[in-house]
């Protein structure tokens, strides 16, 4: 009796499964693709790590020297078995090109950036439609010419500090362990300084009389945004340290963010001439583009989302590509030697890089060389949008021609790591070329996305970066620090891995030996 139950029960919940399977394969117009337990950006998916079972967070990255071959098809699906919609993952110029061209009939949904604005509240990345156009309106105007010329000169101010504070211009050659963590205070110093009008001093020996300092408080809110979107309110009274660690993270990087916009609001309602010429920082900008909008400026909610993602968009997406971009030229004597040549032809041996340096172009085989870090370890490793009606994208003909017609409730992922590895775009994919960028224009950049939600801060991280490389690489020769008995192959191996590193996707550790070049 209850074995027939039993069985009956099995029956049923294999049928459902199978109807349900077919449905969500007709969803995806029948593309091949991954079968997997959880989709790949529910809280499920993203928490668990890549197996053959669940893709996961890391998927395009572990999987892309095979995945799209073993499919035939530069665009596969990717159906939940148990829970989640489907998605169709496309490493085709032609077909992201589609998804991202601004069409009406596909948006960014709340819950496919990190749940970015559950976390932290509507905010430029996050949001489309009539509330994008009323957040643009005000970020927009916050990215000025001026603003970067601050970027610049705060560039130079902080490389000389760091160099100083770190006792290097005493020491010939210097091992770093980590140099993600010196790339990571140093591009929170400058989101800081250009960003929101703070001193951030290299060396910041006092006292901070904050539960938790704020540096800390970023690097934890960055590292554990899963962990508070699965965490339930009551759980942080649980006697679990970790949890309140993550609490006060949260909490004290959230009390100084509000704390600054109050202060910077404060600040522009007690002047009486234009706001907008008060302050070239972007949260100074921001504010007042806000204010000046009246009753359809941000309210302070809104401008706490935007500020939350300046402060994280604008560092750890530069810092992971800077790292990224010395680790390559440490293997690299050679692309290394042709920018410091460029560098000294350029600057001189004393000169500080300047706007109009950026600008003239005069160094931008310099920027290549971060142009191809930013390919190999895209920090946006992902775009991506759900589809609201049934829309019909047209397939390139090496993938067969055709279309394929999605109809709503289908996620759209541009996988940038996809498409920067795929032959046909890029030949010799896996390898370092920065002469691939030689004459690139700014729309070409991929890793910035493409189309009208591109990167809004590409400039300030291209300034900030072909500044920052500039004045490093002319002081110092930069190569892998190996293991005993290591050789740089094997150095490759060990310490040319990635993944998902805060709320973005870059290099993991890596140990650098630095060996002064001039008298810095
Ligand atoms: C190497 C550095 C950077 C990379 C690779 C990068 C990459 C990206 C990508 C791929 C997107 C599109 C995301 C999507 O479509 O879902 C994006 C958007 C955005 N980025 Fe960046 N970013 C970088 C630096 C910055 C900086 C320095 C800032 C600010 C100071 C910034 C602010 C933003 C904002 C506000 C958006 C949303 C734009 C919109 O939707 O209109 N990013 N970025």
Wanted: hydrophobic letters at 40%; charged letters at 20%; proline letters at 6%.
């Amino acid at each position: 009796m209850w074995s027939s139950a039993v069985l009956a029960g099995l029956v049923v919940l294999a049928t459902v499964g199978i109807l349900r399977y077919h449905s969500l394969l007709k969803k995806v117009s029948y593309l091949p693709g991954l079968r997997c337990a959880f989709a790949p950006l529910s809280l499920a998916g993203a928490a668990l790590p890549t197996s053959a079972w669940n893709p996961g967070l890391d998927w395009p990255w572990e999987w892309k020297w095979d995945v799209y071959k073993r499919y035939k098809s530069q665009t596969i699906s990717c159906i939940p078995l148990i829970r989640g919609q489907p998605y169709i993952y496309t490493s085709s110029m032609e077909v992201a090109k589609q998804i991202l061209n601004g069409r009406p009939d596909v948006f960014k949904a709340p819950d496919s950036n990190g749940a970015l604005s559950e976390l932290w509240g509507d905010n430029v990345v996050s949001s489309d439609y009539d509330m994008y156009k009323r957040h643009r309106r005000v970020v927009g105007p916050a990215f000025s010419r001026a603003g970067y010329v601050l970027v610049a000169e705060e560039v130079s101010k902080l490389y000389r500090e760091m160099v100083e504070s770190e006792g290097w211009l005493n020491t010939p050659e210097i091992c770093i362990q980590s140099v993600n963590d010196y790339l990571s205070k140093f591009a929170l110093g400058i989101i800081s300084r250009c960003g929101f009008g703070l001193p951030f001093p290299w060396a910041d020996t006092a006292n901070d009389d904050r539960d938790m300092p704020f540096r800390r408080a970023l690097a934890l809110v960055s590292e554990n945004s899963i962990i508070r979107l699965a965490t339930p309110a009551w759980m942080y009274k649980l006697p679990i340290p970790k949890l309140h660690t993550v609490d006060k993270a949260f909490r004290s990087a959230s009390t100084f963010m509000r704390s600054l916009i109050s202060a910077k609001k404060a600040e522009l309602g007690s002047q009486t001439e234009d706001v907008t010429r008060s302050g070239q920082d972007l949260l100074t900008r921001l504010v007042a583009a806000s204010e000046a909008e009246g009753k359809n400026g941000l309210s302070d909610q809104e401008l706490f989302g935007n500020v939350f993602i300046f402060m994280f968009a604008g560092h750890e997406t530069t810092a992971h590509t800077l790292a990224a971009t010395l680790a390559l030229l440490s293997v690299h004597q050679d692309e290394q030697n042709k920018a410091v040549e460029i560098i000294s032809k350029v600057l001189g041996d004393e000169r500080q890089p300047t706007l109009e340096d950026v600008e003239s172009g005069s160094l931008d085989k310099v920027l290549a060389c971060f142009e191809e870090a930013a390919r190999l370890f895209p920090p946006g490793s992902i775009a991506t949008r759900d589809t609201t009606e049934t829309i019909t994208l047209a397939v390139p003909d090496e993938d067969g021609g055709g279309h394929l017609v999605i109809p709503p409730g289908v996620r759209l992922v541009v996988d940038f790591i996809g498409l920067h590895y795929n032959p046909s775009l890029f030949p010799n994919p896996g390898h370092y070329d920065p002469s691939r960028w030689y004459g690139a224009r700014e729309t070409d950049m991929s890793f910035f996305s493409i189309g009208p939600r591109a990167c809004i801060g590409r400039k300030f991280a291209i300034v900030e970066a072909l500044c920052f490389l500039s004045l490093f690489l002319r002081d110092w020769k930069v190569e892998p620090l190996l293991n005993k008995g290591e050789t740089a192959d094997q150095w490759k191996e060990r310490c040319l891995q990635a993944g998902f590193a805060g709320l973005t996707f870059g290099v993991r550790d890596i140990p650098l030996k630095i060996t002064r070049r001039t008298d810095a």
